[in-house]
Every structure is written in C-alpha cells, then in structure tokens.
Nanobody, 126 residues
Framework: EVQLVESGGGLVQTGGSLRLSCAAS????????ITWFRQAPGKEREGVAC????????YYADSVKGRFTASSDNAKNTVYLQMDNLKPEDTAVYHC???????????????????WGQGTQVTVSS
C-alpha cells in the first residue's frame, strides 16, 4: 500500500521554526520527486518546495526561499521540510506529494503528482 504520512506541524510564533516530515512507503523512493504543497483557507494550493531524493537537488517558491530547506533521508524514505523564520502568511495545511519521474528528477509545481499525503496543519501566530 502506497502511503505518504506527514507530521511535525503545530502552532508556533512568528519567527519560530518547525520541521515537517513526510514518510513514504509502498513505492520506490528513488524514482520519484517529492513536492511540498500548502493550502491556506480560501486560497489556492501552492507549491512550496520540490526535492529529488535520488539526486539531492531542490528548488523553492520565491515566498519561502532562504527560509525553508528541503532534505531527504533515503535510508528512511523520508523527506523533511525545515521551516525557519516563520511568518503568519505561512499558516496553511502542508501536504507532501510524490511524482514519478523515472530517475527522480525535479518536477514543476504544476506537474501531475501520483500520491498525496493527508496533510499537517501549520499555524503561525503574530
């Protein structure tokens, strides 16, 4: 059974940090790109970061560049999103998603993703 399970969300003050985890199972981790998305109430879903676990490369949305860092632990089939200097506008439900790309190359935020996690809530208070 394919699963993506996010964890690590919570309530934090402005300027604080959180680390989200996305644990993958049921598919070959190295053949996929893993993307973090977020969706705030009343807003469209937006891509935050995409990482290639096999290659280690990543890219970020302009809104989080310099504050968020994606990483992976391939031995644990887990991707992380380190979020620093959080702002109230970062409040959203964060999802991770997996896109098959054969060699796990990076994909655009608009690329069709195959598997999705249930999401974890991040709330940043002002």
């Amino acid at each position: 059974e394919v699963q993506l399970v996010e964890s690590g969300g919570g309530l934090v003050q402005t300027g604080g940090s959180l680390r989200l985890s996305c644990a993958a199972s049921g598919f070959s981790f190295d053949d996929y790109a893993i993307t973090w998305f977020r969706q705030a109430p009343g807003k469209e879903r937006e891509g935050v970061a995409c990482i290639s676990p096999s290659g280690g490369s990543a890219y970020y949305a302009d809104s989080v560049k310099g504050r968020f860092t994606a990483s992976s632990d391939n031995a644990k089939n887990t991707v992380y999103l380190q979020m620093d200097n959080l702002k109230p506008e970062d409040t959203a439900v964060y999802h991770c998603a997996a896109a098959y790309t054969d060699r796990g190359t990076l994909v655009s935020f608009g690329y069709e993703h195959d598997y999705w996690g249930q999401g974890t809530q991040v709330t940043v208070s002002s």
